[in-house]
């Protein structure tokens, strides 16, 4: 090559030379002019942590010169950085990513201030370098300020969730759209299975499925998506659009929680198709209303739900659904809406296109977002099968599970809704007893009692079919009600039916036995005209066909009424006898039926009222043991017939007990032994100068109350005998546990003796009873010589009865014992 070619070629090196230092001129003034223009302080460093370069908002914000920090080690920024703080940086950096820490960076005048720092890797021409920006939070606090203010104002709802799903905020907008009353809790109100929630095509969605939790899942943001929220205690449906944005902690790459941010669309989602179609799904149907024009709007659930065939209609067309009596309620609502701005909620029963029953519940609100309040939204929803389950828990409060019949109170309400209705009022109430089924409950037991209730409402059923409602009212009692204005003669017929179907025997158990039916008809108006009279003019009559036979029934009568008005009048009289001082006692001599000798007496009470004249004991014994007032009368017989005992031992009569009759009632309705050792004490006796005498009702009553009585009264030396035995349940069994004394042979074996084999035999087979178990016998009503002469020979030692004397006054008594008069009649 020639000097020349030389030469033009060493010109255009240089030329190239001069060209790539201006464009590196050029890329390195543009890179310095980036790098200053970042308005963060940034670092270059090597991978030791030296400062190689710095940008001018370093330089400003670390107020040192440029040459003070180039050159040093990053600690001369934050002396506090501990000695391997490299570390955890080399760490993220090699795998590509970014490290994020929070420090505090100082200035030259030694101030500090908080600075968050993104450290990222990158290669400088073979060498490995670190580029550090440094983020200024001193104003952070301001800025989180004024965006919680923006939050509060902004007409968006805002929801924030935790990482766990837990609500953690709500702004005033997202409360008002949510309509979560203010103090409320947002964990609860805003709790999920509170909600049922569905896309825009209806399907129903679950928690994964949400914006917020996909976001949280993610780590992306989930953009605008339209649900539909269902609250399931309102019932109120309201679509929102949802955007849900992830936000992370420094340094995490999970994201914290969740900001939701929606409006409501409901508004515009009124008239898409998919919204009638998610109406439908929740069987809620939306309706608006123009009080001017008195046109109505209905979504398509809404049609669908009361039969109409179009999505307009008038309020008089919508008011037609409803059942007439319904129809003035749901008027009356929407005048104080219109007219007041109040909200409705009710329940109505309407008739469906095919005439079944329908239930709907009607929200309805005023318009918002109208001024003149003459526009009304809401929302039908279908509760017929709510209604038919809670019928379903009412027919079940209403019904005896036993017999599956009416209970009392079912019965009550029936009878008051006829008697109510002058159309339906021509009724009558069959009232029924089983007689004897306390027998068989107490022998074989309550689940057998249960049986036969059981099978005896079966058998009412069977007679009464279809001709009235049949219902327990009580223990072994039911009632009938029928209509009597078609058939005046029905009542009769079917109590003839009912009698008729318990004419065969029950078997339960393994045993067979009979049990019979006593009923009382009572008719509307003229045996009353409200249930509980009606009713219980039908009790009298039932207790009247009892009394006189059972198995039968009985007619409700004046001559009845008057008998009740009697008893009415006697119980009256009754419960003021002893403060009245109207009651005297009598006592009836018991003798040793060899000598005549009188060792005992028995007190007999007699009352005389000056209304009621001279009532006989077996008048008002039995109803004074009905209301209970044989407590208190029994107190006073006991306490008498000891004083009466003091004086005669004081007299010197040789007298050695009174017996004193008791009733069942005693024993459940006080403690018997407390009040007997009161009377003994205050009498100054001693136990067993008193003989109590009670029928087996006592035994079988309540036996472990019974044990404990019996067994405080043998401690006081009381002698205890059972009256009339062999008459009521003849519990044996209790003989044997019970620590009894002696027996009374009934009036009623003794009438046949010594000609009657069969009553022969039973005096027979109770004194053997009492001599096998070695306990007394006393025969009581004892009339003709021949029958003490039977006792006699029988073994019996003691009688009593009017051979020898009726009831005498102590001092009758006294007299006869004093004058040492013989004491049989043929003497």
Known sequence: MNDSALRRKLAEAEAALQAANAALEVERNRFRALFDAVPDPVSILDWEGTVLDLNKAGIAAYNRPRGEIVGKNIDILNPDLPRDHLAPVWEVLNRGGTYVVEVTNMRADGTRFPVEVHSAGFDDGGETRIVAVARDLSKRHEAEVRYRELMEVIDKGILVRKADGRVAYANPAAMRILRIPKGASLVEELALDHWRIFDEHGKELDDQELPSFRALRTGTISPSTVLGFLNL???????????????????????????????????????????????????????????????????????????????????????????????????????????????????????????????????????????????????????????????????????????????????????????SDPSHSDVAVLYIDLDRFKVVNDVLGHAAGDQVIASAARRIQRAVATEGLIARFGGDEFLVVCLTGDDPERPQRLAAAILEAFGDAFRMAGEEFTITASIGIARAPEHGDRPQLLIQNADVAMYDSKRRARNGWQDFSQALADQQQQRLQMETHLRRAVDNREFKLVYQPQVELLTGRIVGAEALIRWRNDTLGEMRPDHFIGHA?????????????????????????????????????????????????????????????????????????????????????????????????????????????????????????????????????????????VAGIAQSLGLGLVAEGIESDAQRQFLIRLGVKIGQGFLFAPGLTPEELALRIARHAPTRAHA
């Open 233 to 419: 205690a309102t019932r109120r449906l309201i679509w929102l659009s949802i955007t849900s944005v992830p936000q992370f902690a420094p340094g995490q790459d999970h994201p914290q929680q969740v900001l939701s941010l929606f409006s409501d669309v409901t508004a515009f989602k009124r008239d898409i198709t998919l919204f009638d179609r998610v109406q439908d799904l929740a069987h809620v149907g939306g309706w608006e209303w123009d009080a001017n024009s008195e046109h109505v709007y209905l979504t398509g659930e809404a049609q669908r739900m009361l039969g109409l065939a179009r999505t307009s209609a008038s309020i008089s067309e919508l008011q037609a659904c409803l059942r007439e009596t319904e129809r003035k309620r749901f008027h009356d609502a929407l005048t104080r809406a219109v007219e007041h701005g109040e909200g409705f909620e009710m329940d109505l029963q309407g008739i469906r296109a095919d005439g079944h029953t329908l239930w709907i519940r009607i929200i309805g609100e005023s318009e918002a977002a109208d001024p003149t309040g003459t526009r009304l939204t809401g929302t039908f929803q279908d509760i017929t099968e709510t209604k038919q389950a809670e019928e379903t828990l009412r027919v079940q409060a209403r019904t005896d599970p036993l017999t599956m019949l009416l209970n009392r109170d079912a019965v009550l309400e029936e009878l008051e809704a006829r008697l």
């Open 625 to 765: 043991e009905n209301t209970g007032d044989i407590v208190r009368i029994g107190g006073w017989v006991l306490r008498e017939a000891c004083q009466q005992m003091r004086r005669w031992r004081d007299e010197g009569l040789p007298i050695e007990r009174v017996a004193v009759n008791v009733s069942y009632r005693q024993f459940l309705a006080e403690d018997l032994a407390e009040t007997v050792a009161e009377a003994l004490a205050s009498a100054g006796l001693p136990g067993d100068a008193l003989e109590l005498e009670f029928t087996e009702r006592v035994l079988i009553e309540d036996a472990p109350d019974t044990l404990t009585t019996f067994a405080g009264l043998r401690m006081l030396g009381v002698l205890l005998s059972i009256d009339d035995f062999g008459e009521g349940y003849s519990a044996l069994n209790y003989l044997r546990r019970l620590p009894i004394h002696g027996l009374k042979l009934s009036q009623q074996f003794l009438e046949g003796v010594p000609h009657n084999t069969s009553d022969v035999a039973i005096c027979q087979a």
